[in-house]
């Protein structure tokens, strides 16, 4: 008995050795699993296990489940040497399994093939039409009409204050400002299905999300007139605005560095076991940041639960698409990092809203990423600094303007439910105008923020070199008082 | 853990006793000896390391993170055994993307964890130093107050031997002019434990200067530097050496060519006073401008190079401060006003050397100096 397995043992490292020469191809067995077998080697390709058994055990017959190589259970005498069927010679590559550390599935190719420049297409999701009415097989997200008025009153006083800030600007009450034409259903719906308890870091066009949060129009006012009422202490530009109750990050000017601090953040949220991610808006400039790649990167390794929304809106100032990027679309680039995506229709505020409800909770409860790629258009200029009509015509923005406003989009959806009608319509305007108004008011009427606020919160607390300067300040002031600003309390 | 070390502590052990046992340092039952001043001996790496454990140990919210620091131990080995003991949730390895980790540690930083990031090199941290100066150091200002960065950036700066121009930059001058940021160069084993500590539990972003030459060197540290609770404060300078004739300040490994110095001068009866900095931002001037006073000579040491250096920053406090005290023009030391080259010749002309120091001292005080043999 020893010896038909001694003989057996040897027969196999023959086998074995025919992978290496190559002389006995012809002798080559089929690989034989029985299912029931452990894996003993895990960290061996599961197709290097299956010739390892094959050979030291083919002849075993099947039902015998308890196996390991050094098993002594297996009596001699059930061993047999069973001939096996000869495989047809057809030209079967040798060394078929690939097993280098850097991919993990695929196969080698004996064709002369490069992989296309051109990408899958990445459908983009939508569920109702340019009218406003369910497109034929569309499964409409559950909206209550709450819900749903909340976001339109949300997306109408967000044009209000956009409109008359601007214009504040223009009057010259406060230096900058940027606002959100046309891209209103992208941001308000997708933050209308975030909870308040995930943290949101934004780029500089995300008012609407903030404005959702509850951050109210006096809030706002405050922070463009840099009033003694900022949360930013009259330290910020216009529309860099940051509050930590509302879960909301202060806007950071570098382009797309807040990605990588909300993978940060999404990576402690995850230690924490919340039940809340980190949500991330930038626009398709972005994409071409050193910090896109880094963050999407480290988003996929770490598993982190973060949303990249990308609103996609064709310019960034007079950069267009087709000298930002080659990829046809943003979603189709996060494959190349390992991510899930999804590509909608960013002027459906019910699509944004149900795709980003969905991958909400797929990133916390599958702690993974996903980017998000809203479809949009960016019907503002860059910023109060730009005047687009420079760089692209007339027609392109009038067509955009008033064929695919967003807002009245959904409007006519709400319509058709029966949730609103014309005269509320009027109503709402006037009454966001004058609330913006009084608002605006208010702000350029208040104090400047006072003198001490220039030399507090550059550390946790304030060192003696900054101490000393501030009170050479104020003997300076107290011997000149003509020479002071009146507007700037002490 | 906090509790496991405070036990050890109780029974009579101090916690870098139970951390060298730990580490296989020193056998069980081996007492570490300590008198009152120091004689115990700790490597520049071991007091990194220890100060790391017993932080991550005290605080959940300290995490590592940067490229090596984990599997592999650290480029250097100052993060060894954390991974083992912490956990993959604790010291985290990177992909190579400064800007990615950076930013990363800067967001969860935000979110109220206590990051401590790792540079390779300083020179590396280049490509992230956009998330160091404007999303680390500037956040607390910008949001009015609401969002701190608990955060410390730690890594080798400054030259090594033999590594060239873009591994041997001093990034001292660079960081220190940043206000937002802390900016720490340590030079003795006692320094690094105690600032690097401190550091960790400052709530705003910390520059931690290290220097690999200086990972293997030991010094004798006393009982009270092995304590887990023992700190140093951020933004004071230590006199290593009293003197009366002459003042030289200097920060890293530079504070032990000083001292060389300062022992030859000696021999020429010249009594030099060598100033450890250990902070370059918030910078001693009180100390310096004290020992200015009473020296009435300054010369100034660094690695780094010449224009807008450290020394340009100490010479115009001096001047503008203690002018009245000066009984000579203040000197600078610096490296030459070149990328480093590579060649060990040209690399030792390009740095510093004892001989310089000691020249600059006696020209400060108005002795015969021969030139230097080199240009």
Redesign the interface.
Known sequence: MALIRRAGRSLSMLKRSSLFHGKQKKQRQQPIVSPSLPNLTPHLPSSLIRLQINTTYSAIPRGISSCSFRSSYIPNRLLTSEAQPKLPDEGIDDTQFLDFPGVKNTAFTCDLKFVSEKSEEVPCYRVLSELGEPVDGAKLPQMADALALRIYENMITLQVMDYLFYEAQRQGRFSFYMTCSGEEAAIVASAAALSNED?I?AQYREQGALMWRGFDLQEFAHQCYSNSA????G??MPI?Y???KHNF??I???IA?Q???????????K?DRKDAC?VTYFGDGATSE??F???M??AA??EAPVLFICRNNGWAISTPITDQYRSDGVATKSRAYGMRSICVDGNDALAVYSAVKSARSMAISESRPILIEVLTYRVSHHSTSDDSTKYRSGEELSHWKVMRDPVVRFRRWLEGNGWWNRQKDTELQSHSRKKIIAAMMNAESMKKPPLSDLF?????SI???LKEQESYVREAVAKNPNLYPSDVPL | MWATSARRAIAGQSSVTSWLLRNSMIKSGEKVRSFSSGSNQLTVRDALNSALDEEMSADSRVFVIGEEVGEYQGAYKVTKGLLQKFGP?RV?D??I?E???????????????K?VVEFMTFNFAMQAI??II??AAK??????????VPIVFRGPNGAAAGVAAQHSQCFAAWYGSC??L?VISPYSSEDYRGLLKAAIR???PVVFLENELMYGETFPVSDEVLDSNFTLPI?KAKIEREGKDVTITAFSKMVGYALKAADELAKDGISAEVINLRSIR?LDRATINASVRKTYRLVTVEEGWPQHGVGAEISASVVEESFEYLDAPIDRITGADVPMPYAANLERLALPQVEDIVRAAKRACYRQVPQSAAA
Not at chain 1, 456 to 460: H, I, K, R
Not at chain 2, 139 to 148: C, D, H, N
């Open positions: 943290v870091f900022d949360y930013g202490k330290r910020q860099h940051g509050s930590k990050v202060t950071s000017s570098p560095t990605l990588s601090h909300a993978v940060g953040a999404a990576y402690s949220l230690m980190a050193g910090d790649h880094a963050a990167n480290f390794v770490m507090t919160d550059v550390y946790d060192p003696t070199n | 949730d985290l990177t992909p993307t800007a990615g980790f950076t930013g990363l540690g800067v967001g969860a930083a935000f979110y109220g964890l990051p956009d998330h404007n999303s956040t607390y200002y910008m949001s009015g107050g609401q969002i701190s206000p937002g802390k400052d709530p705003d933004g918030p």
